[in-house]
């Protein structure tokens, strides 16, 4: 029985076989490792702003009378009465003088009775620069509620991070 | 939208199609690696998985650790630790272009729908877990690279609002990054291999005899190329992971890593778009109408009376598409065909015992069939050409629908007989043909490995061979049969096959005179 579609290994086959593997390998090797990549241009800094915060509820928290607890089932006698909905939390950053973001993080959860988040990355220039952080977590306060400023030199490719501390409720610079 | 899919899938057919002939040349059909992508597939996930056990020993899995355990590994346990992670590395990047193309060659040759639906969907979450498993685990080096993806996968993820707490602030600050979190990143990578082994497992259930390894010389080619790559240009690590710092230039595995740049460039919610998109249409591909003009083939037949329940059509079926049930008589099983795995390629048909043209009934019925050329209708198309056939050296050609197209082949003396599949020919056909009239049979179809049924052209191979039932009888005179496997397209070399075979058959006949 003749087989046509078979045929005796060349040497020359050899040597195209050993070709076409050393180009799929030559591919593999230069796309894992090339073109490089840069995220951030030369002479660049980046400034993350990011907390994660609840703010204040919107209305105050109200002592139930005794005649109300009462009305109430026995597992359920809180003596307060709190609104469960948060305000939203505003924040905004001037860079230099000028306002470069502003944001208003509406509350998490249905009942807008969770955290507030916030992630912004500003890329600036690697320079010294003044940096204002307002940050508000209460609907009913007047103004901002958290105030930072500094003046600050960032080195290219530095990366500054703007948090909120919550328990020492104050604004972070890291 | 059908037509324009159709056009766009046949032109991209006949531009694979060129490529994976120009590799038969120096590979030979058989270790054509065009030929074996899901195979190579496999070998790629185990070199992997093997090398990714080691490495997970020597790991140290702390935050502060794992750069320095690695980076020991690298340089000075070069010649173990440094070439196997160099192959972890490799090979996962060689596991996403053979997947992918794999993808691309299954999508042109229109096996996602109809009976290839199963494993076409089965298929489409692991491209998920591939990239999941694949994407993190430079994260578990912790060097700058790792960092870059680190925050950019977690920025991306961000950007869908779900987390309570946005994942970004994992990778904060170096402070942010703690054991803890290491840990579940490594059970992260090995988990989802895991699932991604299991997917696979699903993936070809519904594929009998599925090619989970390649062929020996192709597999050892293949990871000889990577072993020398790994010896050659060793992967090394970027500098420490600094949440401080942006990284500088990096050199970027583009195989993964292609959707940060992307994301940076667009936005997160363009590369979700993308993703989406192209999830979807990889789901939603199998149950798009069929083209215009398109009509379903009928499945196999089985005929009770015939059928003594050898159960060869259940070994040879390409698509575990045939059980075997209790016959109706008592005695025996009975061959049954699931419908929706039917692929209607007559493999079966080819497989049956009684699907013999001696047999002397007037009615030749056969234990499994196929409607549309039953095998009685075949022995009198036989029949009918070899009476026509005139001259010397007459031949008859047996070929198939998917491969080389016969119509030029055709003479006074020259019969061709066109079949779903040509592993739907019995081989006592050939016999047939030969003590009828023949001179010789020309037995051509798709290349192996390339046949549109999967096993057409290997149970061919065997069955002629006689390490396949049913075999050609050790009488049958093999110099009068000639085997030349040629494509859709690969008409002339058809055509010089018929013209040598004829040659020889001439030579041969002089020199019994």
């Known amino acids: 029985m003749t087989m046509l579609s078979s045929k005796p290994f060349a040497w020359i086959a050899w040597v195209a076989q050993g070709l076409l593997y050393a180009l799929f390998a030559l591919g593999i090797a230069t796309f894992s490792s090339w073109p490089h990549y840069r995220q951030l ?114 080195k290219p490719g530095q990366i500054l991070v703007i948090d909120f501390d919550a328990e020492k409720g104050q604004i972070t610079f890291i | 939208m059908m037509s324009f899919l159709d056009a766009t899938r046949n032109g991209g057919l006949l531009v694979y199609r060129r490529l994976e002939q120009l590799f038969d040349k120096p590979f030979d059909a058989a270790l054509n690696p065009w030929r074996h ?127 309570a707490t946005p994942m970004t602030r994992n990778f904060l600050g170096n402070a942010a990054v703690n054991d803890r979190l290491f840990s579940l990143l490594v059970f992260i990578h090995i988990g989802v291999p895991l699932l991604l082994l299991f997917g696979l497992w699903f993936h070809i259930q519904r594929i009998s005899h599925a090619g989970v390894f390649p062929p020996r010389p192709l597999a050892l080619g293949t990871f000889a190329s990577l072993l020398i790559l790994a010896l050659a240009v060793p992967v090394v690590s970027q500098a420490p992971a600094d949440l401080a710092v942006v990284p500088g230039p990096l050199p970027l595995d583009w195989f993964y890593l292609f959707p940060h740049p992307l994301m940076y460039a667009t936005s997160p919610g363009s590369v979700w778009a993308l993703v ?89 019925v056969t234990g499994i069939d196929m409607p549309q050329l039953p095998i009685g209708a075949l022995r009198q198309a036989l029949q009918d050409q070899l009476d026509t056939l005139q001259g010397d050296n007459r031949i008859v050609v047996f070929g198939c629908d998917q491969g080389a197209r016969m119509d030029t082949l055709a003479g006074k003396n020259v019969a061709t007989i066109s079949l779903i599949c040509t592993g739907m020919l019995p081989p006592s056909f050939i016999e047939y043909a030969l003590r009828y009239g023949a001179a010789g049979v020309l037995l051509t179809g798709c290349r192996p490995d390339g046949c549109a049924f999967r096993l057409g052209s290997r149970w061919t191979e065997e069955r002629l061979h006689g390490t396949r039932e049913p075999h050609l009888r050790a009488s049958v005179d093999r110099l009068r049969i000639c085997i030349a496997w040629a494509d859709r397209g690969e008409e002339k070399t058809l055509h010089n096959a018929l013209e040598d075979f004829r040659n020889r058959i001439a030579a041969h006949d002089h020199a019994l005179i």
């Open chain 1, 41 to 154: 241009p030369a002479g660049q800094a980046l400034i993350k702003l990011s907390f994660t915060h609840t703010g204040k509820r919107v209305a105050d928290c109200v002592q139930r009378t005794p005649a109300e607890l009462a009305k109430l089932s026995p597992n359920m006698r809180a003596p307060l009465q709190c609104p469960r909905e948060r305000s939203p939390v505003i924040v905004e950053v001037d860079l230099d003088g000028t306002l470069a973001y502003r944001h208003v993080a509406e509350p998490s959860g249905l009942s807008r009775d969770g955290a507030s988040t916030v992630y912004r990355r500003l890329q600036v220039p690697a320079d010294q620069h003044r940096l204002a952080v307002r940050l508000k977590d209460n609907t009913r306060s007047a103004g901002f509620d958290y105030n930072r400023t500094e003046t600050l030199t960032l």
């Open chain 2, 276 to 364: 989406v998109t192209a999830t979807l249409l990889l789901f939603l591909l199998p149950f798009l109408p069929r083209p215009r003009g398109y009509a379903a083939q009928p499945i196999a037949q089985v005929h009770p009376s015939d059928c003594n329940g050898c159960r060869r059509c259940f070994d040879d079926c390409p698509y575990a598409a045939i059980t075997m049930i209790p016959h109706p008589n008592g005695r025996m099983q009975l061959a049954e065909v699931i419908p929706d795995l039917c692929a209607s390629c007559g493999i079966c048909a080819g497989s049956c015992p009684s699907a013999t043209p001696f047999r002397s009934v007037s009615d030749l």
């Open chain 2, 37 to 163: 992508l899901g195979a190579l597939g496999f070998l790629f996930f185990w070199i992997i998985a093997v090398s990714g056990v080691y490495l997970y020993i020597v790991l140290d899995t702390s935050a502060s650790g794992a750069y320095r355990s690695i980076d020991w590994l690298t340089h000075q346990q070069w010649y173990l630790g440094g070439v196997l992670r160099s192959l972890h590395r490799y090979a996962a990047d060689a596991f996403i272009v053979v997947t992918l193309l794999h993808v691309l060659r299954e999508f042109l040759l229109g096996h996602y729908s109809g009976f290839c639906r199963f494993s076409w969907l089965t298929g489409v979450p692991l491209l998920w877990f591939m990239y999941i498993s694949g994407i993190e685990g430079f994260w578990l080096n912790w060097d700058s690279l790792g960092q870059f993806s680190a925050v950019a996968t977690t920025e991306w993820l961000d950007s869908l609002g779900i987390f």
